[in-house]
């Protein structure tokens, strides 16, 4: 049955996780399904269809209304008294039977209940002959998505890594685009009306992103000149006013000579700092 089903039922029952460490029986969760939605199956092929599948396949006949609680597997059935609280919707019904059985029958889960019995819901249905009308109805319920479900669903699957990535950097080329665009729409079923749209909503994305990423790297590269332009500028200041050099010297002395380049030697320490920063006077000579 629908997945979307399972997850609600399993966020509704409590203590989920206590029945893990028993083995769920197929044959209790059957019978225990069965008293839900396999009433009067002896003399009617397509009950669990009717009751539990869809209603297309019709309404079960009121003459029948027990359940099939019978010999030692009675333990396992919803009582009728607890029957009558089961919803009239196929859809309703089966989730209602799954969250009772879980309950009932130790070990299982939605899963179990997936694996086990939607099999007999399918060969009712296509014994009640209506398996062609229940694939027209999924098909027609999920056409029922909004435009910005079906956007968001397909758009996430556009950006992910393996296609066109978050910055559009796969997706550059329209017949790239196209490519990841046409598997994620296969994969958003329900969504055929909206897709020339969300394209095009899309593809102004993809647009925006790549030139914005282009002018970003316009930018930084601009800062960068911009910056090596005025350190070039600086530099040639220091160099005609001699600043950067003497600005050595004083540092060279502070930090390497004895005496600071004053006092009795200080002449000489200073001749010996300057000699030490004749590389300024190289490096400004090769600025143009």
């Known amino acids: 049955m629908k997945a979307h089903l399972f997850i609600l039922i399993s966020a509704l ?5 206590a029945y893990a460490a028993v083995k769920c029986s197929q044959a209790n969760l059957t019978r225990c399904l069965d008293s839900v939605c396999a009433i009067g199956i002896s003399s009617n092929p397509a009950a669990r269809c009717q009751y539990c599948g869809t209603s297309n396949a019709g309404t079960p006949p009121k003459t029948v209304m027990r359940g099939v609680s019978v010999g030692t597997s009675a333990k396992y059935n919803i009582s009728d ?19 009772e059985c879980i309950k009932k029958v130790s070990g299982c889960t939605p899963d179990d209940v997936s694996e086990f019995y939607d099999s007999l819901i399918e060969q009712s249905c296509k014994a009640a002959g209506v398996s062609a009308q229940m694939q027209k109805t999924l098909t ?5 998505k909004s435009q910005s479900m079906c956007k ?15 910055d559009y950097r796969n997706c550059k080329s329209d017949s790239d685009f ?3 665009f046409a598997t994620c729409s296969i994969e958003s079923a329900g969504c055929d009306n909206y897709l020339s749209s969300i394209r095009s909503d899309i593809i102004n994305q993809r647009d925006s992103a790549i030139k914005n990423t282009a002018l970003a790297l316009t930018q930084l ?3 960068y000149q911009d910056a090596r332009d005025k350190k070039i500028t600086t530099t040639k200041s220091d160099c005609i006013s001699n600043t950067a050099k003497q600005n ?24 010996a700092a300057n000699a030490l920063c004749d590389f ?7 600025i143009d």
Request: aromatic fraction near 8%; glycine fraction near 6%; charge should be positive.
């Open 280 to 286: 300024y006077d190289t490096a400004c000579a090769t």
């Open 248 to 271: 050595c010297i004083n540092t060279v002395c502070a930090r390497n000579m004895p005496n600071k380049c004053d006092g009795e030697f200080g002449a000489d320490e200073r001749v």
């Open 140 to 144: 027609t319920t999920g056409k029922q």
């Open 178 to 180: 196209d490519k990841f």
């Open 13 to 17: 029952i409590f203590g989920h996780n």
């Open 221 to 223: 590269v601009a800062s």
């Open 81 to 99: 008294k607890d029957l009558k609280k089961a919803p009239t919707d196929p859809g309703k019904r089966y989730a209602w039977a799954t969250t």
């Open 152 to 166: 968001s669903t397909i758009q996430s699957c556009i950006i992910s890594d393996t296609h066109c990535m978050a």
